[in-house]
């Protein structure tokens, strides 16, 4: 499986930006679609964003459409998530994921390999 770490978290107020990193080892980088993904306690992880393998198509949630915005470095194996105008129902903990596929395809489910997390809170 591919390590993921993230970094990047941490708390802001409504309206400001942060910028998450994922840096991926272990294996070819380019192999794998990148997803993002979020948790509060008591609800499910949900799906905000994803990269496909070149990072030619993306995905989103439609909650953070138009406000985040996910791309890929494949010379430096680190995936992005940029966070613009952050609101409190933003704050999760956002977890990096790796889907192995082999095709430039944008996947929203089955991601096999996750990072740790990282914290985001947004205070109104």
């Known amino acids: 499986q591919v390590h993921l770490v993230e970094s990047g978290g941490g708390l802001v107020q409504a309206g400001a930006s942060l910028r998450l990193s994922c840096a991926a080892s272990g294996r070819p980088f380019g192999w794998y679609a990148m997803g993002w993904f979020r948790q509060t306690p008591g609800k499910e992880r949900e799906f905000v964003a994803a990269v496909s393998r070149s990072g030619g198509r993306t995905s989103y949630a439609d909650s953070v459409k138009g406000r985040f915005t996910i791309s890929r470095d494949n010379a430096e194996n680190t995936v992005y998530l940029q966070m613009n105008n952050l609101k409190p129902e933003d704050t999760a903990v956002y977890y990096c994921?790796?889907?192995?596929?082999?095709?430039?395809?944008?996947?929203?489910?089955?991601?096999?390999?996750w990072g740790q997390g990282t914290q985001v809170t947004v205070s109104s």
């Open positions: 994921a790796a889907h192995e596929l082999y095709s430039d395809y944008v996947p929203s489910t089955d991601f096999g390999s």
